[in-house]
């Protein structure tokens, strides 16, 4: 029986593993960092299973194979169906209007009933509320998959993938640059921070002139914001003005979190295709799945589902480009 | 036609390249667009982005490097001597920004960084207001463009000041003026053209459009119409109907 090789340990080569053996398929996992952590970039996600909202800037596969990971998920690690909020300044308002026409599945909702949903919000005198989208803990969600692959028997080897292997699946996001020509990092920035004094339980997303701020709850008082989108390959340190743009953004959802503990500052780089759409593709004897750009959790299901096609039945589906030597 | 140190642009549309959902839909615009020029910003994207300055110069256009988000003329300074080595060009789009709620240009710096580039050797674009006094410190910096705004950064209102940039049209009848700022639908792009301006330059409302690619393309057609209709030498605006055939003399059936 075929083993497949699937090399990375991120969310794209997890994803895929798990997928494979939920067909009953044969794997090992080949991974220089060992088990998930903080060296690949889906260790720094915000974790938002968010088809609806991401699709306001994004073309439609986003919308349509973003629906297919809650469920996945949800079958793999604790997901936390509590929807989104959107909301913006009184004088980013005419954004929130174009956010609403570019997508659909949210309510339009006033101050009081973002009042409702979310006590500590109440600044906000319009909103739209995304009830069908969900988030998870990205990290945790990482670390459950590893476990079942390891109950399942998947035999993780800490150490680079040896050169010649047959039926390979190189999941090594930017690293995988060597191969694919077209790939570039998209730096993405992102701080956790501490303030048990705010409460909030879902998403909530901050309109703003050039990147999608948004803050995640993580339970405990602890929260993700993110994230920055510059089109820059350096990854070494944060810019003071993004730390000051995503502080700005907590602080304008509610001023205590002013008093916030920063607890970790992230930088990273996504793997990006010129469409910002992930593929898959086959050159030689290994297949590529890669490209997840700012979409790592929700489109990881539907890249899996496509590799485990493609692998097992010899199935195209749309994410496949066309087989280059 | 006018040119700009020198170069005549194929088409009067100069285009930015920020904000785009994706590079791919920033290649479809540059294509539906026909634009001459690719605006680009390196402060935002400094440090390493190789690879989109590559997919810049890959769009066959001239490029033209801004100092946008920079709030001194050290900055400023810096990043243009930045942008000559990454893009090989003496073109800078020279933008310093006063005010963070406007973004309005500062235009004091603004007069001296573009003196102290124009004695570096710089092709100064200068982003600026409609002040007619600002724009001859300009021309007397070294500045051989002006690019008065329309209307604020982003704010898609058109053009704000029409009596003044009237002013400015008449007032540097031979120097290449470019509206930049402001635009957010064709009719905008097309009015610029129609009082005579020699180019518009443009961002926000395309790359933010629900289709980027097509509005590039009505802007490129807005700014064709307008252009024509300038050189056409238009009517005068009346406050009576002016008929357009004569009805003295008329047979009358009554």
Known sequence: MTVWSIIGAGV???AVASELVSRGAKVRVFDPGGHPGPHGCSWWAGGMLAPWCEYENAEEPVLRLGQTAIDWWAKRTQIHRRGT?????QRDLPDLRRFARRTDGFSEIDGKEISCLEPELHNFGRGLYFDAEAHLDPRQALLDLARQLQEDGVVFHKKRAPAQLDSAIDCRGLHARDHLTDLRGVK???????????????????????????????????????????????SSRITA??????????????????????LEIG??????????????????????????????????????MGVADLALNNIHSEMVDEDRT | MKTFYGTALPNPLMLGTAQYPSPAILEQAFRQSGAGVATVSLRREAGAGQTFWQMIRD????????????????EAVTTAHMAREVFDTKWIKLELIGHTDSLQPD?????????ILTEDGFEVFPYTTDDLIVGERLLSAGCQVLMPWGAPIGSGRGLNNEYALRAMRSEFPDVP??????????????????????????????????????????????????????????IEARDMAEPSTPVIGKAFLS
Not at chain 1, 85 to 89: D, G, K, Q, T, Y
Not at chain 1, 278 to 297: C, E, K, S, V
Not at chain 2, 107 to 115: C, G, H, M, N, S
Not at chain 2, 177 to 191: E, F, K, T
């Open chain 1, 12 to 14: 794209a080569g997890l």
């Open chain 1, 267 to 304: 930088v990273d780089l996504r793997p990006a295709f010129p469409d910002n759409l992930p593929r898959i593709r086959r050159l030689g004897r290994t297949i590529f799945a890669n490209g997840l750009y700012r979409h790592g959790y929700l489109l990881a299901p539907a890249l899996a």
């Open chain 2, 177 to 234: 003026l470019v509206i930049d700022a402001g635009i957010g639908l064709p009719s905008h792009a097309a009015h610029a053209m129609e009082l005579g301006f020699d180019a518009v330059l443009l961002n926000t409302a395309v790359a933010r459009a629900g289709d980027p690619a097509v509005m590039a393309k009505a802007m490129m057609q807005a700014i064709a119409a307008g252009q024509l209709a300038h050189q056409a030498d238009p």
């Open chain 2, 107 to 115: 235009v004091f710096q603004l007069v001296e960084a573009a003196r």
């Open chain 1, 85 to 89: 909020l959107v909301v913006a300044n």
């Open chain 1, 241 to 262: 003005r993004s730390m000051l743009e995503l502080l700005s953004a907590a602080y304008a959802l509610n001023p205590a979190f002013g008093e916030a503990e920063i």
């Open chain 2, 59 to 74: 769009l066959n256009v001239l490029v033209l490097p801004n100092t946008a988000g920079c709030h001194t003329v050290k």
């Open chain 1, 188 to 234: 993405g920035e992102m701080l956790v921070i501490r303030c048990p004094d705010v409460t909030l339980t879902r998403p909530v997303r901050l309109l703003h002139p050039r990147m999608p701020l948004y803050i995640v709850p993580r339970g405990d008082g602890v929260y993700m914001l993110g994230a920055t989108m510059v089109e820059s390959e350096d």
